[in-house]
């Protein structure tokens, strides 16, 4: 696994072993990257289940402005904190190590402009990821929250102002933009 583009462009990340974590593939972290590609830049991004953290470090590799990367397994944390010094992010990126649904509980009002959730598949920590950033609304106007679930997966149905931009579906993956205001296309 690695950085696909930005100032860190080609730097090897490492991923934790077993399967505790699922770090997301090439293909789909391409494809995520290539549809929010103009919304990047200057946003501040949460990588809410970090496990890598290859997902919030591809977005500050991209100028995002800074992300926070929440993860609770020990193992996982001392991989995302040997990814951040090799790609040499250690003032735009904080490692959060604790719960995600209780730093969400504790997060500010539109506190973000990108939302990374890609949760273990099979669960419900993605839709009650997804109820808790609607009800305390730190999603930032005209943001982006990029869901990763399973293709047996069923999200919750968002609230208003929260809508459903796109899905897509790459092999046995299902990728879900939401956004927060703005007309529906």
């Excluded at 990257?33 to 590799?61: C, K, M, P």
């Excluded at 992010?89 to 504790?106: A, M, N």
């Excluded at 997966?153 to 931009?165: A, C, F, M, N, S």
Aim: charge should be neutral; glycine fraction near 10%.
């Amino acid at each position: 696994m690695r950085i696909i583009t930005g100032r860190a462009k080609g730097k090897r990340l490492q991923t934790p072993d077993g399967m505790h974590t699922r770090p997301t593939t090439e293909r789909v972290k391409e494809s995520v990257f290539s549809i929010i590609q103009w919304d990047i830049e200057g946003r501040n991004v949460l990588d809410l289940f970090g496990g890598s953290g290859q997902l919030g470090l591809e977005a500050i590799s991209r100028g995002a402005a800074r992300c926070d990367i929440v993860e609770s397994d020990r193992a996982a944390q001392r991989i995302i904190e040997g990814n951040i010094r090799n790609c040499g992010f250690e003032k735009e990126v904080r490692l959060v190590k604790g719960d995600s649904f209780q730093f969400l509980e504790r997060s500010k009002k539109n506190a973000y402009g990108l939302i990374f959730l890609d949760p273990p598949y099979g669960g419900e920590m993605l839709n009650r990821a997804l109820e808790i950033i609607c009800r305390i609304d730190i999603l930032a106007e005209g943001g982006i929250i990029i869901c990763e679930s399973g293709e047996e997966d069923t999200l919750i149905t968002v609230p208003q102002p929260y809508r459903v931009l796109r899905q897509y579906h790459y092999s046995h993956s299902n990728i879900t933009t939401i956004t927060k205001g703005g007309e529906e296309a």
